[in-house]
């Protein structure tokens, strides 16, 4: 259950919430939810903030979402220079919670902060390795 | 007991090719000396380094840095909040000489950046997010200020020219400054056509990576007394943190962590923001300077666009903020930016800052933001 699998370039090879690329791959969102208090978190944490119990269990998300802000990426960073321009949105989970992903399917004319999108869970054809992620796309 | 500044020294900030990290060190430390005046360096108990060591080739700052001004064997130790590296620095400096640890200490900030290339300085300073969910989608800095921008626009109808505007003052300001970086005006039209880094930000909404220097020296109020004769006195101290996160932050029009650090400081300073008569806030990008009217609370939330469209932050205003030029023209060698504020602040309050003076200055206020808002230091001065 490598971590790595997770994003086109990976800063995080080792997580106590590997499983989550694992569930991503299956074409799940997940999120934590603790086994003491009951607190939901995404993006997913092994250990609660609001308790600090160490227990969790996953917690599927139905992958609905609002658009909280974004922005177009002209400048990009070393391993992102080819897709540049991209645009990066952070979405309201309405089970809880906040995530950040590239918007697809959307030209810039159309982006509307507060607009319903949805989280798709995709992975890199051209990449020979597994590499899992998640697009934000059109909600009807 | 109180705590002053008897000793700024400021170099030039900008693209350093032509000296080490040690060396710009040194260029800020002998100028601090030298407005000392009155002061050996052996009677400097510890030196306090505020830099953010990833960006250097060299580990372990301070060791070099001590050695190359002479200062063994004295304690020195580095600071890190990242941006606002030089403001714990002062922190630092503040509570050493309160504990009565050390009467005088020295604070000296320096960074060296563009050894790096655009594309890698960019991924490093990306990284200022959390690696484990954003930066594996490529964020950058501007684009996390950018996500501020467009949702201070959604909630407040604030627009790109009124960031812009604060591009403007700061580069009008900036112009006047010899140790800036960017000594020339800009318009908006110029501003508007400029190349985009990351909407709605163009590069004039950004400001540059820098190479540069500034040392502080502090010292006790007896001992502050007997080496200068107006000591600039530090009356209020603020800091706060705030989510590493975007995703765990409770909104994305303020930076919590800067408002926190504002109320601490005016409560210990016994002052409130309509009695500072100069500021020095952290405008890495156009739409901080905004966030800083409103966080500080020169002006009500949501009303930081009305505040730069009517002038309120030039000199003449109700606070005039960034008159050295602030990092837009100053740049922004991350480690050092704090004392650079502090070395402005210094400089108004005694009097000494020319065509750039603010007629009485008594009262002023730093605001260093670390990252993206996961540290803030705000601090009050007096003279």
Partial sequence: ?140 | MKVGIVGIGHGKFGRRSDATVQELAFEAFRLAMEDTGNLDRKDIDATIIGSVPEYHKQRSLPGVVAEYLGMNDQPTWLTEAACASSSAAIRSAYMAIRSGMHEVVAVLGVQKMTELETPELLALMGRVGDVQWESIFGTTFPGYYAFYANRHMHEFGTTHEQMLKVAVKNHHYGAMNEKAMFRKEITIEKALAAAPVADPFTVFDCCANADGAACLILASEEKAKKLHDTPIWLEGLGCASAAMSLLRRPDLVSIPSAKAASEQAFKQASVSPKDIAVADVHDCFTIAEILAYEDIGFCKKGKGGKFIDEEQSYIGGSNPINIDGGLKAKGHPVGATGASQTYEIVTQLRGDAGKRQVDGADVGLTHNVGGIGQYTFVHIYKR
């Fill in chain 1, 1 to 140: 259950m490598p971590f790595k699998w997770f994003g086109k370039v990976s800063f995080v090879p080792y997580t106590k919430v590997s499983q989550f690329a694992d569930e991503l791959k299956e074409g799940r969102l997940v999120g934590s939810r603790c086994l003491s208090c009951g607190h939901v978190s995404f993006p997913p944490r092994a250990d609660c903030i609001e308790c600090l119990s160490p227990d969790f269990e996953w917690v599927e998300y139905s992958g609905k979402c609002i658009l909280h802000t974004f922005t177009i990426i002209h400048a990009a960073p070393t391993g992102f220079d080819d897709i540049a321009p991209y645009i990066i949105g952070i979405v309201d989970l309405p089970e809880g919670g906040r995530l950040l992903g590239w918007m697809r399917g959307i030209e810039k004319e159309e982006i509307e902060i507060g607009m319903p999108l949805k989280v798709v869970p995709r992975m890199f054809e051209e990449i020979p390795e597994i590499k899992v992620y998640y697009t934000l796309e059109k909600r009807e």
